[in-house]
């Protein structure tokens, strides 16, 4: 029986991280359904561009207020799981603050420094909550936000809520046990946040002491292992996936687009009859996207990596002008029919069975892809370096080159590129006759 709740805390950790493992697994395989595409090139810049945009935060700093108590949950998530680490190791040997014998007053301050940050965290969590659900900031609450969402954005902050008071009520209970010289509960120095709670719990025996430092201990890790398997279903998956979303990042100009190589051969030729023609192009089977499946694997996992805050159609001109489009919408969308396509596999043992829906008009429809600018400015916004408009564009390259179904405005600017070498309705001869009125 001594050995039970080892076992316990051994099987609750296998489960979670198998459903985790699982998970992550589904999503490599659904952005490995996305075409190929080659950025394995440079990788001391994409390292660099890693370090600087997802480590670093650097582009946070666009707005100072969301930057910083962003960047005091990033770094109390990123030592907290020191402590995390302690309470697996406690968990499977059945030790109590097994750091403490070996690393000594360091180990004081460690905690300290874990509470304050703890504490800081809760200060920020609480002004996240302000800003979404009193202030209600307008980026919040859009159409795409409706639901879901906004739900999940306010599952995340309790969340943290509990999980930070369980961590300062646990150690406000240990600091009592330590006071009365309770076996395993070694001295580990002064709790400068955790101390304010002892007063709660002065009353209690030793007995009920122990039973509810344990219940806050057994509570705090479940709630951790909860909130591992959570991101899978969240927008917060970023925590995750915003590491390798930048190191793959395109590293060119953001003016820079793709050119596909069989259009870019056939407009040589047309410009130079004379000119070869190269053996190594190949001729794709449908130009542009209507389809997941159609996309690339970095705009699959873009969509996975989506953030959901907003800032991207906060900026974006044609939402700014009442347009329908929203960058982060699109995003959203090619993400919830990611979804539809891996519970499909799922359902089909990894085979798709046509459901006759696509990504372009049943998620995505050409008005929004239209009201686009390609100004690029949902690109620079974006804190983890995710591209909405490379989808746009692969979406228009389809209706253009395979439906003509593009704008007229937009024929009628092709028609005279191709007829007068400009986009206006008059031939070269003509062209500079204005001046002469």
């Known amino acids: 029986m001594a050995y039970l709740p080892n076992f316990l805390f051994l099987f609750l950790l296998i489960v979670s991280l198998y459903i985790f493992f699982r998970n992550l697994k589904k999503v490599k395989r659904n952005i490995s359904l996305g075409k190929d595409v080659n950025r394995n090139n440079n990788s001391y810049a994409r390292l660099k561009n890693m370090l600087r945009v997802a480590f670093g935060q650097s582009k946070m700093g666009s707005r100072p207020v969301a930057a910083i108590l962003h ?10 799981n020191i402590e995390l680490l302690e309470i697996i190791l406690d968990g499977i040997l059945g ?21 304050i940050l703890a504490f800081l965290v809760l200060i920020s969590v609480f002004l996240f909550w302000t800003r979404r659900n009193v202030i209600r900031l307008k980026r919040f609450f859009s159409p795409e936000t409706v639901g879901w969402p ?52 002065l009353d209690l025996s030793i007995d ?4 509810f430092e344990r219940a806050f201990w057994w509570l705090h890790i479940t709630g951790i292992l909860i909130f591992l398997n959570y991101l899978y279903y969240s927008k917060h998956l970023h925590i995750l996936l915003a590491f390798p979303n930048t190191y793959y990042a395109n590293l060119e100009s953001n003016g820079k687009f793709d050119v596909d190589s069989s259009i870019k051969n056939e407009v040589q030729l047309i410009l130079n009859p004379d000119k070869e023609i190269s053996s190594e192009i190949n001729i794709p089977d449908k130009f542009g996207a209507t389809d997941i499946f159609d996309l690339n694997w970095i705009q699959l996992m873009n969509a996975y990596s989506c953030t959901e805050c907003g800032r991207c159609s906060n900026v974006c001109p044609a939402n700014l002008t009442g347009k329908k489009l929203s960058p982060r919408a699109i995003m959203m969308k090619t993400r919830d029919r990611l979804e539809e396509v891996s519970k499909n596999l799922d359902k089909n043992n990894g085979s798709f069975i046509n459901d006759n829906k696509q990504l372009l008009n049943d998620y995505i429809s050409p008005e929004e892809l239209w009201a686009c600018t390609s100004c690029n400015a949902c690109v620079e916004e974006c804190p983890i370096e995710i591209d909405p408009l490379s989808i746009i564009m692969d979406m228009r390259k389809y209706l253009t080159l395979e439906k003509s179904a593009a704008p007229a405005e937009l024929n009628s600017m092709m028609n005279n590129i191709e007829n007068n070498g400009a986009p206006w309705p008059f031939s070269n001869q003509d062209r500079l006759e204005w001046v002469k009125e």
């Open 150 to 201: 906004t739900f999940d954005a306010n599952n995340i902050l309790y969340f943290e809520v509990v999980l930070m008071f369980l961590f300062l009520f646990m150690n406000a209970t240990d600091m009592l046990l330590q006071e009365a010289n309770v076996d395993l509960y070694v001295k580990t120095g002064i709790f400068p946040v955790s101390q304010f709670f002892k007063p709660l719990f």
């Open 95 to 115: 030790k109590h603050r097994i750091f403490a014998s070996f690393l000594g007053v360091f180990y004081d301050y460690l905690i300290s420094t874990f509470e």
């Open 71 to 80: 960047l005091i949950v990033y770094v109390g998530f990123i030592l907290i």
């Open 208 to 211: 009920n002491l122990i039973f």
